[in-house]
């Protein structure tokens, strides 16, 4: 499976974006997945994570409430809605696949998309 992220940017905060993975491979329905980001000087960490039939979503606690992760599997798609954005939420936002269910370890992911960077001015 590739993955390709797109849909950063710059934002005011309180404002919103929305951010997009593009999977490669008929399989992808097949992963769970999730958005996983990395700040300048930190360590990669976990956002929002999606069962493969989307019923099931697992957020970090400094996004819920604000963010909301969804997949188009007819698509190949899988999708970060962003509101509310904040200062704190810069970083690169990158998508992860995996065969594991509810996995929030980076390290338990086995398909990255390049990254996407999120920019949020006060």
């Known amino acids: 499976v590739q993955l390709q992220a797109s849909g950063g940017g710059l934002v005011q905060a309180g404002g919103s974006l929305r951010l997009s993975c593009a999977a490669s491979?008929?399989?992808?329905?097949?992963?769970?997945a999730a958005w996983f980001r990395q700040a300048p000087g930190k360590a990669r960490e976990f956002v929002a994570g999606?069962?493969?039939?989307?019923?099931?979503?697992n957020y970090a606690d400094s996004v819920k409430g604000r963010f909301t992760i969804s997949r188009d599997n007819t698509k190949n798609a899988v999708y970060l809605q962003m509101n509310g954005l904040e200062p704190e939420d810069t970083a690169i936002y990158y998508c992860?696949?995996?065969?594991?269910?509810?996995?929030?370890?980076?390290?338990?992911?086995?398909?990255w998309g390049q990254g996407t960077e999120v920019t949020v001015s006060s």
């Open positions: 992860g696949a995996t065969f594991q269910v509810g996995v929030t370890s980076p390290f338990g992911y086995q398909y």
């Open positions: 491979g008929r399989t992808f329905s097949r992963y769970y």
């Open positions: 999606i069962n493969v039939s989307g019923g099931s979503l």
